[in-house]
């Protein structure tokens, strides 16, 4: 499995911005579909956002729309999460899921999980 590292994650006010980045070990990474995901403290992991494997389709939950924008350089092997308009309920361990491009949007139940960023969004 491909190996996957989450960063760019920290504290920030309300109304600011962070971007998350998931850095792969090789290119095959290239080829999956990718995800992000989100666990507060006591709740379940949520969906965040989706991309296919080239880039060409995006898919993001309700509750980031408009917010977030998630992107790939694939050339770097990288995934991005673009975050603005912060919130205190987006305060939460961020994870990244990368499977089978077959499996856009992912849904998090197979492939290669990073070990997660912490965003704290303080009001």
């Known amino acids: 499995q491909v190996q996957l590292a989450e960063s760019g994650g920290g504290l920030v006010q309300a109304g600011g911005s962070l971007t998350l980045s998931c850095a792969a070990s090789?290119?095959?990474?290239?080829?999956?579909?990718v995800g992000w995901f989100r666990q507060a403290p006591g709740k379940e992991r949520e969906f965040v956002a989706a991309?296919?494997?080239?880039?060409?389709?995006?898919l993001y939950a309700d509750s980031v729309k408009g917010r977030f924008t998630i992107s790939r350089d694939n050339a770097k092997n990288t995934v991005y999460l673009q975050m603005n308009s912060l919130k205190p309920e987006d305060t939460a361990v961020y994870f990244c899921?990368?499977?089978?491009?077959?499996?856009?949007?992912?849904?998090?139940?197979?492939?290669?999980w990073g070990q997660g960023t912490q965003v704290t969004v303080s009001s």
């Open positions: 090789d290119r095959t990474f290239s080829s999956l579909a």
């Open positions: 899921n990368a499977d089978w491009p077959s499996n856009h949007p992912v849904t998090g139940t197979g492939g290669s």
């Open positions: 991309i296919s494997w080239n880039g060409d389709s995006t």
